[in-house]
């Protein structure tokens, strides 16, 4: 369960967010909507421990756990996984040597030992099959050249082969066509397990329609102005956020 | 001056004793050599070429020199143990200035082939060495060359016959070994005659706990239709101070690669000279360092185009950490008349803290109008999105750091084209930037 209490965050000395609090219990899609710079994809990069970010009040926890003393390995440890807006190239890196090193540190961290080579190498092939990504660009540097589409497929097996137990999905939809959209929710919801739990972020009401989540926040101004079911989805992509502003 | 009158002082005093443990064609020049550094001394950082290295400082201090040679004892199997594995080569030993001919390879060379030591070399086949010795290192146009000249005993002399390719690799341990603080002068002469082949590793040791200083000037000649790799590796300890100078001259249709890899060391400044003397050459030069703690690394580079239809390409890359200053500044000179001549320099590095250093200098000088050349330089820092992805997805922060530094340099060893050595340089340069290779991997004290 991840907790968040009145949290204030800050980049640069400008308040960006001013209160948030939220709850996502186990097994729960939260999803959460909001205009260009409303604070949405900070609120993710805090979860995970963007160094750039200054949080200046308030409490996260995750299972109990103070999640913002860790260092944002440790929070990938504990299962934590964002799937980021914008991926990051790293040349010279290739997938099967990043994604062993982040397996293996994940596996050290439970206790447990390096995955032997071959089994590595069938898990990812396994994986990469559920978000039909190309076998050869795993063998290329860390989306190095990868098309926007393949960067976002990339994220979600990246997903699959950690089998995080509270995933962000800060637009994983921007930039992919209605098919890649299709394989892309259908993997995540593939991966879903009883317990695992989400935190959506998405301008759009397609991602939804496939996702299903369970309640749906409106985060304007650094602060949650509203909380609903599904049909905040449809309230939005009918009547924009203004309807929010005036509450 | 005060550092170069204490040696134009003891070759003073010592030079009979020089020239009765060496041999004549190498005492022929001293001389001359000696009235050449009196006239230039030790290079100061006025001069262009030596800009970013404080040759006196190093060579201030009092070391010793083996000028009798008196045998060290040592025992190179004992005391050295990097192998590359996989990797099938004549493995030779060279301790300090001297070939060790205790311990050689028991597989023939072809024939013709000779590996040796230069100044037996000298004595036995002064055909081979009286018209090279010299010729490329000018001891008239560099205090080093000069010193080096005035003190040089012995050291390396390989020969390959016209039309002979030598299969196997020719590996070269330099064990620099002594019980007080040592200088070495060393000296190596490469001929590759028409049509001939060959790849040769050098790899640099200290095995002692000592301040060492040494000069090392290698003379290689590529001739026509000829072959060459050399790749020279460096992982000595901080108390070594190595300065190199090589010239290189390649002949029509002759190719070298050149790559230099300096993975631990104390200060180094190795200046290599390359000459395209005959069309449609090619020379493909490599260079790749990681330094740390207060290790300096300068590597300084001439390619010269001085006829037309050849090709260079020059990459070198740095990975600096603490307090580590590195320095390249690669000249290419595109003579008039070196029409079609294909360049490419690119120098790039990775500072990863706040007080490594580095000083970039990529110079192309054109002379002819019909030529494809290009030179580029960066010098950056870890990037920290790449950083923090890694993090996100469990990898520790220093693993991660680890990895991108590999990732930066890897181009360099992926340029390596024996195969053996570039798994192991992949093994050791990831090893060397864990932090797990503070001395090297074969040595028994160094630190």
Do not use: W
């Not at chain 1, 509270?166 to 995540?188: K, N, P, Q, Y």
């Amino acid at each position: 369960m991840l907790e968040i209490r009145d949290l204030h965050a800050s980049i640069n000395g400008k308040e960006i967010l001013n209160g948030i609090s939220l709850t996502i219990r186990d097994g729960e899609v939260h999803a959460l909507m909001g205009q260009n710079g409303a604070g949405k994809s900070t609120l993710s990069n805090i979860i995970v421990g963007h160094p750039a970010y200054e949080v200046t009040s308030g409490t996260i926890t995750f299972n109990g756990k103070d999640l913002l003393s860790m260092a944002p390995e440790e929070r990938a440890h504990l299962g934590i996984f964002l799937s980021f807006q914008q991926p990051v190239e790293i040349p010279g890196v290739s997938m099967t040597n990043f994604m062993r090193a982040a397996l293996n540190a994940k596996r050290k961290a439970q206790g447990l030992d390096p995955l032997p080579a071959t089994e590595f190498l069938k898990l990812m092939r396994e994986r990469r099959k559920i978000v039909d990504l190309d076998s050869k660009l795993a063998n290329r540097s860390v989306n190095e050249g990868f098309s926007g589409g393949e960067k976002k497929r990339n994220e979600i097996f990246q997903m699959a082969m950690l089998e995080p137990t509270f995933a962000i999905l800060d637009e994983t939809d921007s930039g992919l066509d209605v098919d890649a959209l299709r394989i892309v929710a259908e993997g995540f919801n593939k991966l879903r397990r009883p317990e695992t739990s989400a935190l959506v972020i998405t301008h759009y009401q397609r991602l939804l329609d496939y996702l299903k989540p369970d309640i749906i926040h409106v985060l304007i101004g650094g602060k949650i102005v509203h909380t609903g079911g599904p049909e905040v989805a449809m309230m939005i992509e009918n009547n924009g956020f203004d309807q929010f502003i005036k509450e | 001056m005060e550092a170069a009158l204490q040696y134009i002082e003891l070759y003073e005093q010592c030079r009979g004793m020089i020239n009765e443990h060496s041999t004549p064609l190498l005492n022929q020049p001293r001389e001359q050599a000696c009235e050449d550094f009196r006239r230039l001394g030790l290079p100061t950082q006025k001069l262009e070429r030596y800009k970013y290295t404080d040759v006196a400082e190093s060579f201030a201090p009092d070391y010793g020199l083996n000028l009798r040679h008196i045998d060290i004892p040592v025992n190179p199997y004992e005391v050295f143990r990097c192998d590359v594995p996989n990797l099938s080569t004549s493995l030779y030993f060279v301790v300090n200035d001297r070939f060790y001919d205790r311990a050689l390879p028991t597989a023939p060379l072809p024939e013709g082939v000779l590996v040796m030591s230069l100044a037996e070399a000298a004595a036995k086949y002064p055909q081979f060495i009286e018209n090279r010795y010299g010729r490329l290192a000018r001891s008239s146009k560099d205090g080093l060359n000069a010193l080096n000249t005035m003190f040089a005993q012995d050291g390396l002399f390989i020969y390959v016959p016209k039309n002979t390719v030598v299969e196997r690799p020719l590996q070269f341990v330099n064990i620099l070994r002594a019980d007080v603080d040592l200088m070495v002068n060393r000296r190596l002469l490469i001929v590759l005659e028409d049509g001939a082949e060959a790849k040769i590793l050098f790899c640099d040791h200290a095995i002692d706990d000592r301040n060492f200083l040494a000069t090392q000037v290698s003379e290689v000649f590529v001739g026509e239709n000829a072959h060459l790799e050399l790749y020279e590796l460096e992982e000595t300890h901080v108390k070594s101070r190595r300065f190199s100078n090589m010239y290189v001259d390649q002949q029509r249709n002759s190719s070298a690669t050149l790559d230099s890899i300096t993975l631990h060391n104390g200060l180094t400044r190795n200046r290599t000279d390359v000459t395209l003397s005959g069309e449609y050459a090619e020379t493909r030069m490599f260079g790749c360092v990681v330094a740390d703690k207060q290790q300096h690394v300068d590597n300084n580079t001439l390619i010269d185009h001085r006829v037309a239809n050849c090709q260079s390409t020059e990459l070198y890359k740095y990975v600096l950490d603490g307090e580590a200053l590195g320095a390249f500044a690669g000249r290419v000179l595109v003579r008039e008349g070196a029409q079609k001549t294909i360049s490419q320099e690119t120098n790039a590095n990775l500072c990863a803290t706040d007080t490594a250093r580095m000083y970039t200098q990529p110079m192309l000088e054109i002379y002819a109008d019909d030529v494809k050349c290009s030179h580029g330089s960066t010098v950056g820092q870890l990037n920290d999105e790449a950083l923090f992805y890694m993090q996100q997805r469990g990898i520790p922060q220093d693993e991660a750091r680890m990895l991108l530094k590999f990732a930066f340099v890897g181009e360099v060893l992926d340029s390596i084209r024996l195969e053996p050595l570039r798994d192991r340089l992949h093994y050791l340069v990831e090893k060397r930037l864990r932090g797990e290779l503070s001395k090297c991997e074969g040595c028994r004290l160094c630190k």
